[in-house]
């Protein structure tokens, strides 16, 4: 029985080393996938800012030369002189700036009424449930 019991327990030995070895590649493998991905994640990091930075110049330059072309398009076409210009503009702001303030005031005007509306309901539920409750005794 001696000779089966260490050719079992050789047996057993070799699979564990086995075992042990493929474990320890398996978590090897892992490892050096998972800083393939951390570099990976990293370039693409680089990548995006990169590519945000060259987005972000891109848009200020497009509002720059529209602006410009804007100004040059106005400059050109427009008939009237630049004092006309300034008080057609600053006749619309004041049109404008009219129209908002009446405006203004009208919502404000609603917003005050439905709150008194509102506040003249609360007072109606909060008297009638004093009238529904039963007459409280005094605290002594």
């Known amino acids: 029985m001696t000779v089966e019991n260490d050719a079992i327990a050789e047996v057993a030995r070799r699979f564990a080393e086995a075992v042990h070895a493929e474990r320890t590649a398996t ?4 490892a050096a996938e998972r800083e ?13 800012e990169r590519q945000t ?7 200020i330059t497009g509002v720059v030369v529209g602006a410009v072309l804007g100004f040059a398009v ?19 702001v004041s049109v ?5 303030a009446e405006r203004l ?5 609603a917003g005050q009424r ?8 609360l007072w109606r539920e909060y008297r009638k449930r004093m009238s529904e409750q039963p007459p409280q005794e005094p605290l002594a």
């Open 53 to 59: 930075a060259s987005a972000a110049g891109a848009f």
């Open 27 to 30: 978590l090897e493998a892992l």
């Open 114 to 121: 439905a709150a008194a509306e509102r506040e003249q309901e």
């Open 96 to 100: 404008v700036r009219q129209s908002f």
């Open 105 to 109: 005031r009208a919502a404000i005007s």
């Open 36 to 48: 393939a991905a951390q570099r990976l994640l990293t370039a693409l990091r680089r990548e995006h």
């Open 74 to 92: 106005v400059a050109l076409f427009n008939p009237r002189s630049g004092h006309e210009t300034r008080q057609y503009l600053a006749a619309r």
